[in-house]
């Protein structure tokens, strides 16, 4: 059974840094993706993606308003994978969730139907 756990959520200063991080539990063996995906709530506005790591060949993609900010990594070994958040932005607050599931089953990167695992969140509040 998959398990996909969220830390790292809190609050941020405008231009700071946060690190999230994703422990994936239950895969066999190394051929899936992890795609970090946020939700501001409250405004009836759907998941939107973030960032992809696909972890067999370490592949990344990213939205254009994080790129230049935001890295995702993984480590393979550990089963983690991390989003580290540089000159957060006010417009970054929202829940982020990681999401995951085999590389045959996500045909689109960024469709967050393609994903059938899910984490609960993590709040990531952005306010001086």
């Known amino acids: 059974q998959v398990e996909l756990v969220e830390h790292g959520g809190g609050l941020v200063q405008p231009g700071g840094s946060l690190r999230l991080s994703c422990a994936a539990s239950?895969?066999?063996?190394?051929?899936?993706?992890i795609a970090w995906f946020r939700q501001v709530l409250g405004f009836g506005k759907d998941r939107e993606v973030v960032c992809y790591l696909d972890i067999s060949d370490g592949s990344t993609r990213y939205i254009d308003s994080v790129k230049g900010r935001f890295a995702v990594s993984g480590d393979k070994d550990k089963k983690m994978v991390f989003l580290q958040m540089n000159n957060v932005k006010p417009e970054d607050a929202a829940v982020y969730y990681c999401a995951a599931d085999y590389r045959w089953a996500v045909t689109e990167w960024g469709n967050a139907v393609k994903y059938r695992f899910w984490g609960y969140g993590a709040v990531v509040r952005v306010s001086s």
């Open positions: 239950g895969f066999t063996g190394d051929d899936y993706v």
